[in-house]
T-cell receptor
Framework: NAGVTQTPKFRILKIGQSMTLQCAQDMNHNYMYWYRQDPGMGLKLIYY???????DKGEVPNGYNVSRSTTEDFPLRLELAAPSQTSVYFC?????????FGQGTRLTVV | GQQLNQSPQSMFIQEGEDVSMNCTSSSIFNTWLWYKQEPGEGPVLLIALYKAGELTSNGRLTAQFGITRKDSFLNISASIPSDVGIYFCAERYNNNDMRFGAGTRLTVKP
């Protein structure tokens, strides 16, 4: 099993550009999450999903959108990139108590 | 919203020393989770606690769920260089989403 796979690993965006961060899991988990981690800080929840077709906002959803058309995939969309969105983004899936994280996408907006 | 407060923010210790860190909340929790994040990786679950007063070990790590259900601590005994990383407490906010503290950054000097 690959677990949780995030792509790309690194990306530089210009202000105002858009992009989609991909996340896929092969563990058939219903729960999936997107977090951002700013330098020296903890993880802030952006969006989460409890199953295909269901998504909900977390603590810091502004500037992002998500969709969950399948159990496996949970992409995160940035429509108009801003410097404040420079961060490391982690996707996770959960079964029962344990969450499994991807390796992260390091995004820089310049 | 609910807040998770972790302390200390960072620790610099000598190899072989014991380490203690804790997490407090403004609300009562049903589950306390402790994760470790190594450089360049996503967090990995270390210990999960489900009942007030519960004391659980995982090798040299021991964690306890506070009696008041508003706090938890994590101890690491006889630290080694590979203990370096950021330790996060986390909780399931409303049984669906999952929120993290700001983390305790541990540095172990050989």
């Amino acid at each position: 099993n690959a677990g949780v796979t995030q792509t790309p690993k690194f990306r530089i965006l210009k202000i105002g550009q858009s992009m989609t961060l991909q996340c896929a899991q092969d563990m058939n988990h219903n729960y999936m999450y997107w977090y951002r981690q700013d330098p020296g800080m903890g993880l802030k929840l952006i969006y989460y999903s409890v199953g295909a077709g269901i998504t909900d906002k977390g603590e810091v959803p502004n500037g992002y959108n998500v969709s969950r058309s399948t159990t496996e995939d949970f992409p995160l969309r940035l429509e108009l990139a801003a410097p404040s969105q420079t961060s490391v983004y982690f996707c996770a899936s959960r079964v029962n108590t344990e969450a499994f994280f991807g390796q992260g996408t390091r995004l820089t907006v310049v | 919203g609910q807040q998770l407060n972790q302390s200390p923010q960072s620790m610099f210790i000598q190899e072989g020393e014991d380490v203690s860190m804790n997490c407090t909340s403004s609300s009562i929790f049903n589950t306390w989770l402790w994760y470790k994040q190594e450089p360049g990786e996503g967090p990995v679950l270390l210990i999960a606690l489900y009942k007030a007063g519960e004391l659980t070990s995982n090798g040299r790590l021991t964690a306890q769920f506070g009696i008041t259900r508003k706090d938890s601590f994590l101890n690491i005994s006889a630290s080694i260089p590979s203990d370096v990383g950021i330790y996060f407490c986390a909780e399931r906010y409303n049984n669906n989403d999952m929120r993290f503290g700001a983390g305790t950054r541990l540095t172990v000097k050989p």
